[in-house]
């Protein structure tokens, strides 16, 4: 599978005017007030309140993310079948997806996750400040290797 560099992580706020974007995929306006309060100064912050919106969104490529934060438990379309989507479209392989949930997460549900493509997975309630120092980790992370993947033409081949 090709991806197209249109869909590579642009995280690099130190070379960069413009601030990175990130997608939160929650049902929940509080969850979503609160990480878009915690990241606005340091992210350009965009909002999708169920998995159908972001599917969508992401469909129409209408925004470089350098970032998704997911929940996993939502009431219509889950973050299972956005990870499922991110997947297949190979997305995933360059923007990283932090999942958070309030759920119970148990060993085995933390590694289908991860088997899924999850860069990071995260209980409710997180603190903020530790949430937007990952946040950063893992687009650091994805810079690092849409840099690598830019010095071999621009394409990644899985």
């Not at 969508?56 to 350098?66: H, I, K, Y």
């Not at 989507?85 to 060993?107: C, H, K, N, W, Y």
Request: aromatic letters at 6%.
């Amino acid at each position: 599978m090709t991806i197209p560099s249109r869909h590579l992580s642009t995280y690099d706020g130190a070379r960069r005017d413009a601030k990175p974007s990130i997608l939160i995929v929650d049902d929940s306006n509080v969850v979503r007030s609160i990480i878009r309060v915690t990241f606005q100064n340091d992210f350009d912050v965009h909002e999708a309140s169920d998995g159908s919106q972001a599917i969508e969104m992401l469909r129409r490529g209408q925004c470089n993310f350098s970032a998704i934060m997911l929940d996993l438990v939502m009431q219509e379309v889950d973050g299972w079948a956005v990870l499922k989507f991110l997947r297949e479209s190979g997305i995933i392989q360059t923007v990283p997806v932090v999942v958070e949930t309030a759920s119970a997460i148990d060993l085995q549900t933390v590694t289908e996750l991860y088997e899924c493509g999850a860069w990071e997975v995260i209980g409710k309630p997180f603190d903020g400040k530790m949430l937007l120092a990952l946040v950063k980790s893992v687009c650091e992370r994805a810079n690092a290797g849409a840099a690598a993947i830019a010095s071999a033409g621009g394409e990644l081949h899985a």
